[in-house]
């Protein structure tokens, strides 16, 4: 009887951890001339978000613009990229070429958590228009 209590116990626990990995879903962001779309997207901690069609494009997390403990990182020029998400909040990214032209875009992970954080950064330029784009969108969730 043990040993059966053992096995249930194992089953159930895979199972939970199975479910836990199914509910994650993936996201596309594509890149279309000098926008991505959608600019805003909203997920849940663990998501999985890939940028697609990058021929001239970065995705660049910006260090200050993003949750405390989240990596800031910068992808490959011109390489589809993707990054699994897990720490709330909103993340803002940027295509370093073209962010002049406003080619930006933010992931909000769960709560917005750190909207007041995102609100108190001097950005202006095209990266300003992209902040204040995220911050009326994570204002209204």
Not at 28 to 37: I, R, W, Y
Not at 95 to 114: F, Q, T
Request: hydrophobic share 40%.
């Amino acid at each position: 009887m043990k040993k059966f209590t053992s096995i249930l116990t194992a089953l159930l626990f895979t199972g939970l951890l199975a479910a836990g990995s199914a509910m994650a879903a993936d996201h596309s962001v594509q890149a279309q001339g000098m926008k991505f779309s959608p600019m805003i997207i909203t997920i849940e901690p663990g998501d999985t978000v890939s940028w697609e069609n990058m021929s001239t494009h970065n995705v660049h997390m910006m260090e200050g613009l993003i949750p405390e403990g989240a990596e800031a990182f910068v992808s490959p020029m011109s390489e589809d990229v993707s990054h699994t998400f897990e720490n709330e909040g909103i993340h803002i990214y940027q295509c370093d070429p073209h962010i002049g032209a406003g080619m930006g875009g933010a992931v909000i992970v769960g709560k917005p958590g750190n909207l007041e954080a995102i609100k108190s950064q001097d950005v202006s330029g095209g990266l300003g228009r992209v902040v204040d784009k995220a911050i009326e969108k994570a204002e209204g969730m």
